[in-house]
């Protein structure tokens, strides 16, 4: 059974700093791309930051590049997100997701159950 | 960036009945990179359908999908109270874009 776990989430003050992992299980790592989408409270989806299989490749919504970083540990199997200089707009549910598999292009097959991140003083 | 708009905002219908959700891109979605996803109250995303009318596994066939270029459709056939949720389109064809949801009422 896939799963996705997410983790790291919490309080944290406007211009801090925390990092999201996602421990995904039931398929093999190192061949899917994952992505981070998120939701503000009470509103829509929207995606936040992709990376490929080896980490050499990410790519980022304009709102986040120069802030947030993400990556992953393929030995340890684990998909992070690095998030820097929060701000009160950045207080949402992130999801880890992880792509389908194939040529084209690809749809987010499975999501995580979410970790609420809420950036106030 | 493309822009998904989907209509209607809210649908209250009864089950049994047919639901039938629109989302219409700003601009031609090419090859049909469109999913739907339905998110219930307090839980995560699940995704419905991809290509644009390909079900995902698991998913029962009164859920179809249809469209292209420009507007794309979600059909529920003999809506069941379980489809209470609020449904998401998504273009894949050019970065990833989610449209603002159809809220889906059944009772």
């Known amino acids: 059974e896939v799963q996705l776990v997410e983790s790291g989430g919490g309080l944290v003050q406007p211009g801090g700093s925390l990092r999201l992992s996602c421990a995904p299980s039931?398929?093999?790592?190192?061949?899917?791309?994952f992505h981070w989408v998120r939701q503000a409270p009470g509103k829509g989806l929207v995606w936040v930051s992709r990376?490929?299989?080896?980490?050499?490749?990410?790519w980022y919504a304009d709102f986040v590049k120069g802030r947030f970083t993400i990556s992953r540990d393929n030995a340890e199997s684990t998909l992070y997100l690095q998030m820097n200089s929060l701000r009160a707009e950045d207080t949402a549910v992130y999801y880890c997701?992880?792509?389908?598999?194939?040529?084209?292009?690809?749809?987010?097959?499975?999501w995580g159950q979410g970790t609420l991140v809420t950036v106030s003083s | 960036e493309i822009v998904l708009t989907q209509s209607p905002g809210t649908l209250s219908l009864s089950p049994g009945e047919r639901a039938t959700l629109s989302c219409r891109a700003s601009?031609?979605?090419?090859?049909?990179?469109l999913a739907w996803y339905q998110q219930k109250s307090g839980q995560a995303p699940r995704l419905l359908i991809y290509?644009?009318?390909t079900r995902a596994t698991g998913i029962p066939d009164r859920f179809s999908g249809s469209g292209y270029e420009t507007d794309f459709t979600l059909t529920i056939s003999r809506l069941e109270p379980e489809d209470s949720a609020v449904y998401y389109c998504?273009?894949?064809?050019?970065?990833?874009?989610f449209g603002q949801g159809t809220k889906v009422e059944v009772k």
């Open positions: 039931g398929f093999t790592f190192t061949t899917y791309w």
């Open positions: 290509g644009p009318s």
């Open positions: 990376v490929n299989g080896d980490g050499s490749d990410t």
């Open positions: 601009q031609s979605v090419s090859i049909s990179y």
């Open positions: 997701v992880r792509e389908s598999y194939g040529t084209g292009r690809r749809y987010f097959e499975y």
């Open positions: 998504q273009q894949y064809a050019n970065s990833w874009t």
